[in-house]
C-alpha cells in the first residue's frame, strides 16, 4: 500500500529542545516537500526536495532543517524550537508530471512550551 | 501569485442531502486536487483533476481549466462527510514546486 508516514503524530516540547519530525514514503516519488498549517494562514511550504541530495525553501524555512540523504526519507528538524513553531505539520510526496498529484501523510501535531 | 478560493466558507447539512462545493483560481494551472481534512486532522487525497470529470462513489469532481474553476459534488452526505474540503492548485509551469491551497469549505453533516 502506498504510504507517507509521519512520525511522531503528536509531540510537546519545550523551546530550544531540538527535535526531529521523520517523513518516510514508499512510493518511489522524486518530489517531497513539508507544509505547515496555521489557523488563518492555511497551508505554507516550508521546505521541499526534488531529488536527493537536492532541497530548496519554500515560503516559511526560517527555523527549519531538513535533508534528503535518501529517496524514501525527509527529515524536518527544529534546531531550537520556539513557541511560534507551534503548528500542524504535513509531508508531502509527488511524482511532478505523472498525473498522481500529491500524497500527504497523516500530520504531526507539534507544541513549543 | 495564483490566487485559489472556495465558496461556500461554511455548510451546514442534514445527512442525505446533496451539496456542491466551488473552487475558483486565478491563472492557468497544471495540478489540481481536492482534499478532504477529517476531524483528526488528516488530508485525504479526493481527486486530482486538472481538467474533466471524476466520480469515485457519492464524491465527483468536475474541472472546466478554460474557464478556471473547479466544483466537487458530494451526494446524500453522511455524517463521515463532514471536515474542511480544499482545493488546491500547482502553478502552470510548475516553476514553484508546490501546492496553493484554498481557504477551504468547512462542511458539518448532521444526523
Known amino acids: 500500500e502506498a504510504q507517507v508516514t509521519q512520525n511522531p503524530r503528536y509531540l510537546i516540547t519545550v523551546t530550544g529542545k531540538k527535535l526531529t519530525v521523520t517523513c518516510s514514503q514508499n512510493?518511489?516519488?522524486?518530489?517531497m516537500s513539508w507544509y505547515r498549517q496555521d489557523p488563518g494562514l492555511g497551508l505554507r511550504q516550508i521546505y521541499y526536495?526534488?531529488?536527493?541530495?537536492?532541497?530548496d525553501k519554500g515560503d516559511v524555512p526560517e527555523g527549519y532543517k531538513v535533508s534528503r540523504k535518501e529517496k524514501r526519507n525527509f527529515p524536518l528538524i527544529l534546531e531550537s524550537p520556539s513557541p511560534n513553531q507551534t503548528s500542524l505539520y504535513f509531508c508531502?510526496?509527488?511524482?511532478?508530471?505523472?498525473?498522481?498529484?500529491?500524497?500527504f501523510g497523516s500530520g504531526t501535531r507539534l507544541t513549543v512550551v | 501569485g495564483i490566487q485559489v478560493e472556495q465558496s461556500p466558507p461554511d455548510l451546514i447539512l442534514q445527512e442525505g442531502a446533496n451539496s456542491t462545493l466551488r473552487c475558483n483560481f486565478s491563472?492557468?494551472?497544471?495540478?489540481l486536487q481536492w482534499f478532504h481534512q477529517n476531524p483528526w486532522g488528516q488530508l485525504i487525497n479526493l481527486f486530482y483533476?486538472?481538467?474533466g470529470t471524476k466520480q469515485n462513489g457519492r464524491l465527483s469532481a468536475t474541472t472546466v481549466a478554460t474557464e478556471r474553476y473547479s466544483l466537487l459534488y458530494i451526494s446524500s452526505s453522511q455524517t463521515t462527510d463532514s471536515g474542511v474540503y480544499f482545493c488546491?492548485?500547482?502553478?502552470?509551469?510548475?516553476?514553484?514546486?508546490?501546492?496553493?491551497f484554498g481557504t477551504g469549505t468547512l462542511l458539518a453533516v448532521q444526523p
Open positions: 526536495s526534488m531529488n536527493v541530495e537536492v532541497t
Open positions: 508531502a510526496t509527488g511524482r511532478q508530471g505523472a498525473g498522481y498529484g500529491y500524497t
Open positions: 512510493m518511489n516519488h522524486e518530489y
Open positions: 488546491a492548485v500547482e502553478d502552470y509551469g510548475g516553476a514553484t514546486n508546490k501546492l496553493i
Open positions: 483533476i486538472p481538467s
Open positions: 491563472d492557468s494551472v497544471n495540478n
